[in-house]
């Protein structure tokens, strides 16, 4: 949801020093995996019970997620490009929550395991959707060029960050923040259904 609105403002700062990576030699995919190494060592920091660190490290691997992009455009897109940006992106949107279970057992356990599946759910609708997508190929320009089709929805990218975001400040409320975002994820999950219903049938 908030992502369209986002990406319009970010892109021309990402394209300029996407622009710089280039020159000085750097691959979309090396900043691909520098991210995913960055979104790891966040989920170690949080369940270290350093959450100032994980929110830096956060915020860094974020940045490179959205630089690969931009640096795949001043060279060239590759499928495999496309499918590290996605399956790392997935392990390290798992990783976070695993990370505040770890910090605090007792009382991240339970919220952490219902934002997984909602996670697991939410990306299976995704993925199984741009698949039947790729098969009929439709084709979205909804958040730009991408690798597969993208579908909207109340809980994307954006709204994950600020979620994980707010749960490094405020690391006692990990648990409300996991079970209304959770389920912001089910909503997106079951309108997308409702959408491949339409679409598909």
Same mark, same amino acid.
């Given at each position: 949801m908030l992502d369209g609105s986002v990406k319009a403002r970010l892109d021309p700062a990402l394209d300029a020093l996407a622009r710089q990576l280039h020159r000085a030699g750097f691959s979309a995919d090396a900043v691909t995996v520098a991210g995913f190494v960055l979104g790891l060592g966040a989920a170690l920091a949080i369940g270290l019970n350093a959450f100032g660190l994980g929110l830096g490290l956060? /915020?860094?691997?974020? +940045?490179?997620? $959205?630089?690969?992009? !931009? +640096?795949?455009?001043?060279? &060239?897109?590759?499928?495999l490009g496309g499918y590290l940006d996605i399956v790392l992106d997935f392990i390290f949107y798992g990783a976070i929550p695993l990370g505040f279970a770890v910090a605090d057992p007792a009382a991240n356990a339970l919220?952490?395991?219902?934002?997984?599946?909602?996670?697991?759910?939410?990306?299976?609708?995704?993925? !199984?959707?741009?698949?039947? !997508?790729?098969?009929?190929?439709?084709?979205?320009? !909804?958040?730009?060029?991408?690798?597969?089709?993208?579908?909207?929805?109340?809980?994307?990218? $954006?709204?994950? +960050?600020?979620?994980?975001? /707010?749960?490094? +400040?405020?690391?006692?409320?990990?648990?409300?923040?996991?079970?209304?975002?959770?389920? /912001?994820?089910?909503?997106?999950?079951?309108?997308?259904?409702?959408?491949?219903? &339409?679409?598909?049938?």
């Open positions: 956060i /915020l860094a691997s974020r +940045l490179a997620d $959205g630089l690969d992009g !931009a +640096l795949a455009r001043q060279t &060239r897109p590759t499928d919220p952490a395991t219902v934002l997984l599946m909602s996670f697991y759910a939410n990306g299976a609708s995704f993925l !199984a959707f741009a698949l039947m !997508a790729e098969k009929r190929k439709l084709v979205a320009a !909804a958040r730009g060029p991408k690798s597969l089709y993208f579908t909207t929805g109340l809980a994307e990218a $954006g709204e994950t +960050l600020l979620v994980f975001v /707010l749960a490094c +400040l405020f690391p006692a409320w990990f648990g409300i923040l996991a079970y209304v975002f959770a389920a /912001l994820c089910f909503v997106t999950c079951f309108s997308r259904i409702a959408l491949a219903t &339409r679409v598909f049938r």
